[in-house]
Nanobody
Framework: VQLQASGGGVVQAGGSLRLSCKIS????????IGWFRQTPGREREFVTA????????IYKDSLEGRFSISLHNGEKTSYLQMNELLLTDTAIYYC??????????????????WGQGTQVTVSS
């Protein structure tokens, strides 16, 4: 399994950015796709996750409404659409993959595979 995140960059506050995560590997091993983010000196935090079946999608409470995750099975790509970006959204964003989990979507330890991260910088 390999995950490759891209799409990061510098954007002004209030702007939008779409991150991509190209997924390779068996579908059963990448059934659940999650996005996390990390800033220097802080723990990596959960952003959002979804499943290939589309039956489960969850967001960090404070991000729902501004961020949107999608998973396109045909393209083998997950997207993270981020709107109305805030300075506090500046971080390295990671995509991650897990199998068919029933719980623990928000926990890093549930995800066996990780992409390399892409830097998002929101400027004032």
């Amino acid at each position: 399994v390999q995950l490759q995140a891209s799409g990061g960059g510098v954007v002004q506050a209030g702007g939008s950015l779409r991150l991509s995560c190209k997924i390779s590997g068996r579908a059963v091993s990448t059934w659940t796709i999650g996005w996390f983010r990390q800033t220097p000196g802080r723990e990596r935090e959960f952003v959002t996750a979804t499943t290939r079946s589309g039956t489960k999608t969850i967001y960090k409470d404070s991000l729902e409404g501004r961020f949107s995750i999608s998973l396109h099975n045909g393209e083998k790509t997950s997207y993270l659409q981020m709107n109305e970006l805030l300075l506090t959204d500046t971080a390295i964003y990671y995509c991650a993959a897990a199998g068919m989990i029933e719980e623990g979507f928000q926990s890093q330890t549930s995800y066996a595979f990780w992409g390399q991260g892409t830097q998002v910088t929101v400027s004032s």
